[in-house]
């Protein structure tokens, strides 16, 4: 039996949240870890992006971005649709697409500021802060960033924060300005989901024995 074909890179944030989708939505898939200093042919050939995640489906549609598979897997099984309604799926929206342009901007020029020799890494951080303590004022408050069950907007938005805690682990933690984000974070990194969806997998290579991801299906 055939499956859709993902190319992925365990610790990228994008990589993350479409395998979060694929994992919750119980889609099966070939799963090839890519390593990035060696990329393989295959995935350049789907997607001249060569840029991980990159989904190839059983009918050979590629999608080479994160919130298109993660559409794509919606809607075979969309497990999202009754758990919120239409004000909060503006929201949600709203906030991605922030994180994706603004708040990945300067993430990078924070995490990764030895890249950026004119870039003041101390300005990044606080505009990453800056939205952070924004979204503060309009979560939940509970284990979700809706309430009891997760959503579209966790899935796409805790693997960023999670990035932005690693570069600074100890000042994050000591934050007082933002606890709710704090311990929606805690829960993500202490939550079965991650575990289920950063398993190790070795680099891909053409004529190795083919890997399935998830490599089992959980509750949410």
Known sequence: MKYPILYSFKRCPYAMRA???????????????????????????????GTV????????????????????????????????????????DNLISQFDKDFKFHLDRYKYSSRYIKEEKSRHRDACLFILKEIELIHSKDTWFFGKEINKIDICLLPFIRQY???????????????????WLNYFLESELLKNIMINY???????????????????
């Open 165 to 183: 805690r690693i570069a600074d682990i100890d000042w994050f933690d000591s934050l007082d300005e933002i606890p709710v984000i704090q311990n």
């Open 19 to 49: 395998r979060m989708a694929i994992l919750l939505t119980n889609t099966k898939c070939e799963i090839r870890e890519v390593k990035l200093s060696n990329k393989p042919m295959s995935m350049i050939e789907a997607s001249e992006k």
């Open 202 to 220: 070795k680099p891909w290579e053409p004529n190795d024995e083919v890997e399935y991801f998830p490599y089992k299906p959980i509750d949410s």
């Open 53 to 92: 995640p990159v989904l190839i489906t059983i009918n050979n549609e590629i999608y080479d971005e994160s919130l298109d598979i993660i559409d794509w897997v919606l809607k075979r099984n969309n497990i999202f649709d009754k758990t919120h309604n239409s004000s909060e799926s503006e929201v949600s």
